[in-house]
């Protein structure tokens, strides 16, 4: 059982560049969110979508863009990479946008922008 | 809007003794409460939730947490800590805003001494 795959798992970039974080579930979750990892902030949600083809925005969605044409995948893109988007990122996903909805993580996606 | 505190960002126990990780809540409706571990490399996978059924709420591997409405508490415990369970926690809370947005606290990252 896969469960949740991303990539790449590591990735330096440097800035200005444009870099796509991919993620694919083979639950058929129907909800599914980005979060970014910082030492001392926990997790922060960048995007969330409730259902394919509908998206919304967390708490720090600025520099971050994510589409959702099926119920599987969900790409977070930063278009113009920032040093302060150094971080690593979670994507997860949820049976129903419901209270308790347990979430399911990927492994994460480490990057560096230099 | 809800919140969460986890009091300790490092705990260190001896194997075999009591762990105990505190987790303090805010929130103006009944909470839906959940603690998530965190191994190294890898992505967070839930230990327990608490879903307004029993206050005490039994996960895996042996940890338990039980919920205190009057302290606004949700604290983990587990008897006896075994070197496996050296990992970070964090402590989340639910609710729905048109989607799921689980709030987690900064984590806690536990050591079991031998």
């Known amino acids: 059982i896969a469960g949740i795959t991303q990539a790449p798992t590591s990735q330096i970039l440097a800035a200005g560049r444009r870099m796509t974080l991919r993620c694919t579930q083979d639950?058929?979750?129907?909800?599914m969110y980005w979060y970014r990892q910082d030492l001392g902030l926990g997790l922060r949600l960048i995007h969330y979508?409730?259902?394919?083809?509908?998206?919304g925005k967390g708490e720090v969605p600025d520099g971050y863009s994510v589409s959702r044409a099926n119920t599987d995948d969900f790409p977070l893109t930063l278009a113009s990479a920032v040093p302060s988007q150094t971080s690593v990122y979670f994507c997860?996903?949820?049976?129903?946008?419901?209270?308790?909805?347990?979430?399911?993580f990927g492994e994460g996606s480490r990057l560096t922008v230099l | 809007a809800q919140s969460v505190t986890q009091l300790g960002s490092h705990v260190s126990v001896s194997e075999g003794a009591l762990v105990l990780l505190r987790c303090n809540y805010s929130s103006s409706v009944p909470p839906y409460l959940f603690w998530y571990v965190q191994y190294p490399n890898q992505g967070l996978q839930l230990l327990l939730k608490y879903t307004s059924a029993a206050t005490l709420v039994k996960g895996i591997n042996g940890f338990e947490a039980e919920f205190k409405k009057s302290e606004t508490s949700f604290h983990l415990t587990k008897p006896s800590a075994h070197m496996s369970d050296a990992a970070e926690y964090f402590c989340?809370?639910?609710?729905?805003?048109?989607?799921?947005?689980?709030?987690f606290g900064i984590g806690t990252k536990l050591q079991v001494i031998p």
């Open positions: 639950m058929r979750h129907n909800a």
């Open positions: 979508s409730n259902t394919a083809g509908t998206t």
């Open positions: 997860a996903s949820s049976a129903t946008s419901g209270n308790t909805g347990e979430l399911f």
């Open positions: 989340a809370v639910s609710e729905v805003v048109g989607y799921q947005k689980v709030t």
